[in-house]
């Protein structure tokens, strides 16, 4: 059983410790079966919520989820539903999850939490490649009640770096003047009304529809926002690399075809070695520039 009593840190509030293990994953959303009963009349179920927080990063910064928008309940209600999820997890991440009310109606208890079943998937990262850098990023928003976007960034291991909500005093969302040291990066782009924290985000449920993700001006990817939908990239910040031989910011076997056809073909562009001459020499130079990657 865990008590909802009254806001965040309320002495009467419940706290589970979940430790992750296994791999480092990714996630994009849950599932939450429960069963809420009330401690206090007054109380309603749309108060009974949830704080949580990654342990790794210390004893602050956390996102308040909404489990339930259900109003009054009489008795115990079952409560089922897709309560938005964002997260960057590692091997022994411990995980605190307090439960408390957005409301305190009574001393004591509000409302209690029994047979909890919280259950989080891993997310499909869409990997946007490296760039050389990469100084303001944005996502599209409508006009009135359009698209409205939330954007955050984090390092590869979770730390939020920075997010936005209308950029520029649009719906969309977005960052400029952005210096970023070479590494790994991930990109959130999740509805209006979320919460970021290192590590987390809570999705909102407000200004769904299609967006585009843009770097530089230059768009890098596009979707479809629903309620506590959550979108995540990954790019690198790195040198030029020789062995994209196509340019399109990953090194994979498009890049050897591509060389190959230009080097059988007796392009210049296969001069990979920039002796003036394309010789078996650019080939093994090639070879072991795309063997080596990036």
């Known amino acids: 059983m865990m008590i909802s009593a009254g806001a965040v840190s309320n002495a009467g509030n419940s706290v589970y410790l979940h430790t992750y ?6 996630i994009g959303s849950s599932s939450f079966v429960g069963g809420l009963s009330p401690l206090t009349p007054a109380t309603l179920a749309s108060e ?6 990654n342990t790794r990063f210390g ?3 956390s996102v308040n989820v909404v489990i339930s928008r259900t109003g009054t309940m009489t008795g115990t209600v079952l409560i089922a539903a897709t309560p938005g999820a964002a997260m960057i997890l590692r091997d022994g991440d411990v995980l605190r999850l307090e439960s408390y009310d957005s409301f305190d109606d009574a001393a004591g208890g509000d409302a209690a939490w029994t047979d909890v079943e919280w259950t989080f998937q891993t997310s499909t990262v869409v990997d ?3 760039f050389t850098s990469i ?3 944005t996502t599209t928003g409508g006009s009135g009640f359009g698209t409205d976007t939330e954007l955050a960034m984090y390092s590869s291991t979770g730390v939020l770096l920075r997010s936005n909500d ?3 005093g649009g719906s969309g969302s977005g960052f400029s003047g952005m210096t970023l040291a070479d590494g790994t990066y991930y990109v959130l782009v999740v509805p209006y009304n979320a919460g970021f924290a290192n590590g987390l985000s809570s999705p909102g449920i407000d200004g769904t529809g299609p967006f585009t993700l843009s770097f530089d001006s230059v768009a890098v990817a596009s979707g479809t926002l629903g309620a506590n939908s959550a979108f995540w990239y990954r790019f690198e910040i790195g040198p030029d690399c020789a062995a994209d031989f196509n340019g399109d910011n990953t090194v994979d076997f498009f890049d050897y075809l591509d060389f190959v056809a230009a080097f059988s073909g007796g392009s210049t562009t296969a001069d990979f070695n920039a002796d003036t001459v394309v010789d078996f020499f650019d080939y093994l130079d090639f070879v072991a520039a795309f063997s080596t990657g990036c």
Request: cysteine-free; overall charge positive; charged content about 20%.
């Open 59 to 61: 004893t602050t910064g």
């Open 21 to 26: 293990s296994g791999p480092d994953v990714v």
């Open 128 to 130: 946007l490649g490296r």
């Open 135 to 137: 100084s303001g990023m």
């Open 166 to 168: 209308d950029f520029n």
């Open 48 to 53: 009974a919520r949830f704080n949580l927080r």
